[in-house]
């Protein structure tokens, strides 16, 4: 199975802010990673595939990159519906389809 | 509007079944395969398993953790996916999403949209 490792597992931050979230696979996936979002009580949100293709309606605040094993989502400046967690998936090889950990961003 | 809508969570107890649905709408159903996702109360996200769609012959794939106890069916006439979870486990209590899997150039590359979620609990 591939493991997604993401750190930081929880980071604060204030509005305005420029954050970053990193996610690792136990071996390599290529471009085959996915970012969610999701907010308590809701269901996940899909904001970037493949990497790096930001989702339709998603705010360009967000982008994410890298490829391999090492992959980040960065949100230039945050806004305050932004504090959720995050979590990375990757979809290079099954089963399973797995998801990091999460990263839990909230307002300092 | 794409939507999916998942029903059927229960309290159940340990060792007995439980089927859910997952009702979609707004596309057409039969051309995606779809997605079970799980999140246990105050934990991440678990894959469960997938159906391909009947180009693909309606085959399935499961997690280990489930594998052999839960399946998942689809009926293309009625949009609807299931999950049928048998001889439940205490650990098996979750909130349970289906989803609708994207694929590019024969690759699934992503979960789009999801349902709102049903509450699953096994409990005595």
């Known amino acids: 199975d591939i493991q997604l490792t993401q750190s930081p597992s929880f980071l604060s931050a204030s509005v305005g802010d420029r954050v970053t979230i990193t996610c690792r696979a136990s071996q390599g996936i290529s471009n085959y990673l996915a970012w969610y979002q999701q907010k308590p009580g809701k269901a996940p949100k899909l904001l970037i595939y493949v990497a790096s293709t930001l989702q339709s309606g998603v705010p360009s605040r967000f982008s994410g990159s890298g490829s391999g094993t090492e992959f980040t989502l960065t949100i230039s400046s945050l806004q305050p519906e932004d504090f959720a967690t995050y979590y990375c998936q990757q979809l290079d090889s099954y089963p399973p389809y797995s998801f990091g950990q999460g990263t839990k961003l909230e307002i300092k | 509007e794409v939507q999916l809508v998942e029903s059927g969570g229960a309290l159940v107890q340990p060792g007995r079944s439980l089927k859910l649905a997952c009702t979609a709408s707004g596309f057409t159903f039969g051309d995606y395969a779809m997605s079970w996702v799980r999140q246990a109360p105050g934990k991440g996200l678990e894959w469960v398993g997938f159906i391909r769609s009947k180009v693909y012959g309606e085959t399935t794939e499961y997690a280990a953790s489930v594998k052999g106890r839960f399946t998942i069916s689809r009926d293309d006439s009625k949009s609807i996916a299931y999950l049928q979870m048998n001889s439940l486990k205490t650990e098996d209590t979750a909130v349970y999403y289906c989803?609708?899997?994207?694929?590019?150039?024969?690759?699934?590359?992503?979960?789009?949209?999801w349902g709102q979620g049903t509450l699953v609990t096994v409990s005595s």
């Open positions: 989803t609708r899997d994207h694929v590019d150039t024969s690759r699934v590359t992503r979960f789009d949209p």
